[in-house]
């Protein structure tokens, strides 16, 4: 008769990997969104064309704003709301680095904190005028996502912010790298037209998030309106200020980029039918064609205004 015991102790289970204390490689670079650089950036852009200074000699000065406009100020904001969103990442987006893990601890938070010291130095080399616009895209950014402010919890007040800081302070700073001085009113008008514009824009990026935001309490513009009602006003929102900035350039005797900017506007409106049929199935789609129609209005003015400073 065998002498085991009927009853053998179960085996003991493996000892669990200890949670990363550092960030996995490749986290730090999806945590600053480096598609969402190209908007700030190609602003910039359009305020230096704008400025109607010529760019010889100037390079280094140009591509550190354009640094300073995308990989530091608008990286800056997006690891902020990523630190200050981990817990709506958490059902919208939860393999997101922060809520997944691939970003411990307070790491997120302490790139927020580095990436704004890095981007208050960078603007200070630029001038004084850089420098006062980096401040103030910088509180934006960070009372965007942060309490007590956190002005994302309503759409009408978080998507004016996003707007701000993505079109009209880089075109602002743009102008101001070249020129050294406060830009040109009609500069300073056409950037805050097209600024704007961009509160429409960012209510296209709140359609996919509306479950989550309602949960976590988020009064996005889809949240409090209804998709229908948004999206109508986003297109309301988007369209209004290229109608006037079509209407300025007419007024300042530059009528063929005028007649451009209409054209890239009646295009925007034959996509917009597409987007209002169902906003939450194509809010992503116009947001890559609709928008691309937008950006190039922008260029279209900042030429135009080139053309007027010369």
Same mark, same amino acid.
């Given at each position: 008769?065998?002498?085991?015991?009927?009853?053998?102790?179960?085996?003991?289970?493996?000892?669990?990997?200890?949670?990363?204390?550092?960030?996995?490689?490749?986290?730090?670079?999806? #945590?600053?969104?480096?598609?969402?650089?190209?908007?700030?950036?190609?602003?910039?852009?359009?305020?230096?064309?704008?400025?109607?200074?010529?760019?010889?000699?100037?390079?280094?000065?140009?591509?550190?704003?354009?640094?300073?406009?995308?990989?530091?100020?608008?990286?800056?904001?997006?690891?902020? /709301?990523?630190?200050?969103?981990?817990?709506?990442?958490?059902?919208?987006?939860?393999?997101?680095?922060?809520?997944?893990?691939?970003?411990?601890?307070?790491?997120?938070?302490?790139?927020?904190?580095?990436?704004? %010291? #890095?981007?208050?130095?960078?603007?200070?080399?630029?001038?004084?005028?850089?420098?006062?616009?980096?401040?103030?895209?910088?509180?934006?950014?960070?009372?965007?996502?942060?309490?007590?402010?956190?002005?994302?919890?309503?759409?009408?007040?978080? /998507?004016?912010?996003?707007?701000?800081?993505?079109?009209?302070?880089?075109?602002?700073?743009?102008?101001?790298?070249?020129?050294?001085?406060?830009?040109?009113?009609?500069?300073? %008008?056409?950037?805050?037209?097209?600024?704007?514009? +961009?509160?429409?824009?960012?209510?296209?990026?709140?359609?996919?998030?509306?479950?989550?935001?309602?949960?976590?309490?988020?009064?996005? #513009?889809?949240?409090?309106?209804?998709?229908?009602?948004?999206?109508?006003?986003?297109?309301?929102?988007? +369209?209004?200020?290229?109608?006037?900035?079509?209407?300025?350039?007419?007024?300042?005797?530059?009528?063929? =980029?005028?007649?451009?900017?209409?054209?890239?506007?009646?295009?925007?409106?034959? #996509?917009?039918?597409?987007?209002?049929?169902?906003? =939450?199935?194509?809010?992503?789609?116009? /947001?890559?064609?609709?928008?691309?129609?937008?950006?190039?209005?922008?260029?279209?003015?900042?030429?135009?205004?080139?053309?007027?400073? +010369?």
């Amino acid at each position: 008769m065998s002498t085991e015991p009927l009853l053998k102790p179960l085996p003991k289970p493996p000892l669990l990997a200890k949670p990363s204390a550092v960030p996995e490689p490749g986290a730090l670079l999806e #945590l600053l969104k480096p598609i969402t650089w190209f908007a700030p950036m190609w602003a910039f852009a359009c305020g230096v064309v704008s400025s109607g200074v010529p760019v010889q000699g100037r390079w280094p000065v140009i591509l550190a704003g354009i640094l300073l406009a995308g990989p530091l100020v608008c990286a800056t904001s997006q690891a902020a /709301n990523d630190w200050f969103d981990r817990h709506v990442d958490a059902i919208n987006e939860p393999d997101r680095p922060i809520p997944s893990g691939r970003m411990p601890g307070r790491w997120g938070l302490f790139v927020a904190l580095a990436w704004t %010291l #890095l981007s208050l130095a960078v603007a200070a080399l630029l001038g004084p005028w850089v420098l006062g616009a980096g401040v103030f895209g910088l509180a934006l950014a960070w009372a965007y996502s942060a309490p007590p402010l956190r002005l994302k919890r309503n759409g009408w007040w978080g /998507n004016a912010a996003c707007g701000l800081c993505y079109e009209g302070l880089p075109w602002f700073t743009g102008a101001a790298v070249m020129a050294g001085a406060l830009p040109d009113g009609r500069i300073v %008008l056409v950037a805050a037209l097209y600024s704007l514009g +961009a509160h429409g824009i960012m209510t296209l990026n709140d359609f996919k998030s509306m479950e989550g935001d309602r949960r976590t309490g988020i009064r996005s #513009l889809p949240v409090q309106l209804g998709a229908g009602r948004a999206a109508r006003l986003a297109c309301l929102v988007m +369209a209004a200020p290229q109608v006037v900035v079509v209407a300025a350039l007419a007024a300042w005797g530059m009528p063929w =980029h005028a007649t451009l900017v209409a054209a890239l506007l009646a295009g925007q409106g034959v #996509l917009m039918r597409r987007f209002l049929s169902d906003p =939450h199935r194509w809010a992503a789609w116009y /947001n890559g064609t609709g928008t691309l129609l937008s950006v190039l209005g922008m260029l279209t003015a900042a030429l135009a205004l080139q053309g007027g400073a +010369a």
